[in-house]
């Protein structure tokens, strides 16, 4: 069998990713990793002859370090079919990927898929609140989906040399939502394969970058792909939000910041996209 392609984003955390290639080894088939490191401070010593390692040089961000790795397999013919992507502390279980693969197999026109982290959930996308989740409606095999996650995703070939590849003003989040989006109108699906279970225990960035790139992201989400009338009411909803969060705690988000929040309103009202500011990566 040939081996499957998988891309690790990896950013100053080699112990977890020791871990997570060991877990995709560990897989019931074949793969061959490519780690794409975003400038680590200390470049792991994981080259092997199934892992190879790529610098970006400094903090891309998960969907253009991705994009990376996506470039390196379009261009190689003979990589087959399907890639995998993950951060550097995803773990999947011994049989993920050929479940996957196996439910993947009875779905031609599956451009996109995701699996199961096990909340029971189901990642849609709504015309004025971007990505959210909504319960989930099986419990077995594939349910489609408006979006996959990037815990581990797979991506077709001909899905991704027909759509493209990430759009790299997301920097992070929201990117694999305006992906599917995009494979849809190209008629390609996008699903979650119940089953095919994987973990992702960490959160490693600070909440003030997460909120300020959650806001920002899928404001221009919705603008892209809902239009300006949606995105305007999109608006309308994050400033009631971070009015009612400052007074009354119990309405604030997992990563609840007001500077993350209005910093995300104004630089996308400013047309400023890519990477945060470097101070909102500061934990406090």
């Excluded at 088939?29 to 002859?49: L, W």
């Excluded at 451009?111 to 419990?139: E, F, K, N, R, W």
């Excluded at 971070?242 to 995300?264: I, K, M, N, T």
Aim: aromatic share 8%.
């Amino acid at each position: 069998m040939q081996p499957l392609s998988v891309i690790l984003v990896h950013r100053d955390q080699p112990e977890r990713l020791v871990d997570t290639i060991e877990a995709f080894r560990a897989q019931d088939v074949p793969v061959t990793i490519t780690i794409v490191d975003n400038g680590s401070a200390v470049v792991p010593p994981v080259e092997a002859a199934d892992v190879a390692v790529v610098l970006a040089g400094s903090n891309l961000g998960f969907g253009p370090a991705v994009n990376i790795g996506y470039r390196r397999f379009l261009a190689d013919r003979d990589a087959g079919e399907w890639v995998v992507i993950a951060p550097h502390d995803a773990l999947p279980e011994p049989t993920c990927l050929s479940h996957m693969l196996s439910v993947l197999a009875d779905h031609p026109r599956a451009g996109l898929a995701c699996a199961d982290v096990g909340d029971g959930m189901t990642p849609v996308v709504d015309p004025y609140l971007g990505g959210i989740l909504v319960p989930g409606s099986a419990d077995a095999g594939w349910e489609p989906i408006g979006q996959p996650h990037g815990t581990l995703m797979l991506a077709r070939r001909a899905c991704l040399d027909e759509v493209g590849i990430f759009d790299e003003r997301y920097f992070a989040y929201c990117e694999e939502a305006d992906l599917a989006l995009r494979a849809k109108s190209a008629g390609w699906e996008s699903g979650l394969v119940r089953g095919a279970m994987v973990k992702n225990p960490y959160v490693g960035s600070a909440a003030a970058a997460i909120d300020y790139l959650q806001l920002r992201n899928t404001l221009l989400l919705v603008r892209e792909h809902s239009g300006r009338y949606h995105m305007f009411i999109r608006l309308c909803i994050a400033l009631w939000q971070l009015a009612s969060g400052a007074v009354a705690p119990a309405r604030r988000g997992a990563y609840w910041s007001p500077e993350g929040q209005v910093r995300g309103i104004v630089d996308f009202l400013r047309g400023r996209f890519g990477p945060p500011p470097p101070h909102l990566f500061v934990k406090r």
